[in-house]
Nanobody, 124 residues
């Protein structure tokens, strides 16, 4: 079992930055691919970013490429999402996710573990 706890959400003006963190329980954190999803009001949850267990490979949805960066610190059992140049359309609840492979962690129905979510609101 893996428990995921997100933090770092909040209210920011358009053009600003936030860094989300996701702390994971368990002693096998480095064996999991980690990801971030988001869900805006009235919309389905969508994939945002993912990273392999080693951290050597990352993947992003097109709308955040060049603005968001996913990273991880396996010594701290933590994955991060650095969000720059934020836009009002980035407003959503952001969820941390864990699965065995990066392919799985980019696909909502294949995610093994979810965090509880953290709200990000970008004002115009």
């Amino acid at each position: 079992q893996v428990q995921l706890v997100e933090s770092g959400g909040g209210l920011v003006q358009a053009g600003g930055s936030l860094r989300l963190s996701c702390a994971a329980s368990g002693r096998t954190f480095s064996s999991y691919a980690m990801g971030w999803f988001r869900q805006a009001p009235g919309k389905e949850r969508e994939f945002v970013a993912a990273i392999t267990g080693s951290g050597r490979r990352t993947d992003y949805t097109d709308s955040v490429t060049g603005r968001f960066t996913i990273s991880r610190d396996n010594a701290k059992n933590t994955v991060y999402l650095q969000m720059n140049s934020l836009k009002p359309e980035d407003t959503a609840v952001y969820y941390c996710a864990a699965s065995n492979t990066i392919l799985q962690v980019t696909t909502d129905r294949l995610v093994d573990y979810w965090g509880q979510g953290t709200q990000v609101t970008v004002s115009s």
